[in-house]
T-cell receptor, first 112, second 114 residues
Framework: GQQVMQIPQYQHVQEGEDFTTYCNSS?????IQWYKQRPGGHPVFLIQ???SGEVKKQKRLTFQFGEAKKNSSLHITATQTTDVGTYFCAGLWGGGADGLTFGKGTHLIIQP | NAGVTQTPKFQVLKTGQSMTLQCAQDMNHEYMSWYRQDPGMGLRLIHY???????DQGEVPNGYNVSRSTTEDFPLRLLSAAPSQTSVYFC?????????????FGEGSRLTVL
């Protein structure tokens, strides 16, 4: 089946540093979504990207969708302790009535 | 609105026992799905439904059964529990099916099979 590869698996940062996680697909995606899961919690939707080259911002979070719609990134500027958690991308391929395929996630660990 | 409600939150089973994880949503979503989450594996789709009376298999369906008799409810049945089914299970729903809309997740059900 189709897969989205997400890197890195873990990222340790000092509070105030930036953080980026990347997702890659070998084939063109129809759309990509991003979710955040706090420790012990459930995934919560952050954003959906649909258009080639799309860039969306939510306060300190910047989401990008590649021109070829095969890759995406989430960048957090000046991390805060509230950013701790696991960030998942989830991809959908054309005609994919099956549902989203999730990446394995990036665990963000912040040292104060 | 309660959103997506899962029960039970925790369950311990012995190998070979059967059980049902309940999932209910009050948002009138047509699409509902079950995922399992294992360390280092992300979220893997077990079964999904695009509406009442319609179900289909996801990536890891073996050992699980589902039905969708109403829009609101989507129970997941473990027919004969195995230790490999020890996991955290999440039910999720969406207004639009198949990954074109935001997924709303329940709080999860942590299952241990001894």
């Amino acid at each position: 089946g189709q897969q989205v590869m997400q890197i890195p698996q873990y990222q340790h940062v000092q509070e105030g540093e930036d953080f980026t996680t990347y997702c890659n697909s070998s084939t063109t995606l129809s759309n990509i979504q991003w979710y955040k899961q706090r420790p012990g919690g459930h995934p919560v939707f952050l954003i959906q990207l649909v258009k080639s080259g799309e860039v969306k911002k939510q306060k300190r979070l910047t989401f990008q969708f590649g021109e070829a719609k095969k890759n995406s990134s989430l960048h957090i500027t000046a991390t805060q302790t509230t950013d701790v958690g696991t960030y998942f991308c989830a991809g959908l391929w054309g005609g994919g009535a099956d549902g989203l395929t999730f990446g394995k996630g990036t665990h963000l660990i912040i040292q104060p | 609105n309660a959103g997506v409600t899962q029960t039970p939150k925790f369950q311990v089973l012995k190998t070979g026992q059967s059980m049902t994880l309940q999932c209910a949503q009050d948002m009138n979503h047509e699409y509902m799905s079950w995922y399992r989450q294992d360390p280092g594996m992300g979220l893997r789709l077990i079964h999904y439904s695009v509406g009442a009376g319609i179900t289909d298999q996801g990536e890891v369906p073996n050992g699980y059964n589902v039905s969708r008799s109403t829009t609101e409810d989507f129970p997941l049945r473990l027919l004969s529990a195995a230790p490999s089914q020890t996991s955290v299970y999440f039910c999720a729903s969406s207004f639009r099916g198949g990954g074109t809309g935001e997924l709303f997740f329940g709080e999860g059900s942590r299952l241990t099979v001894l």
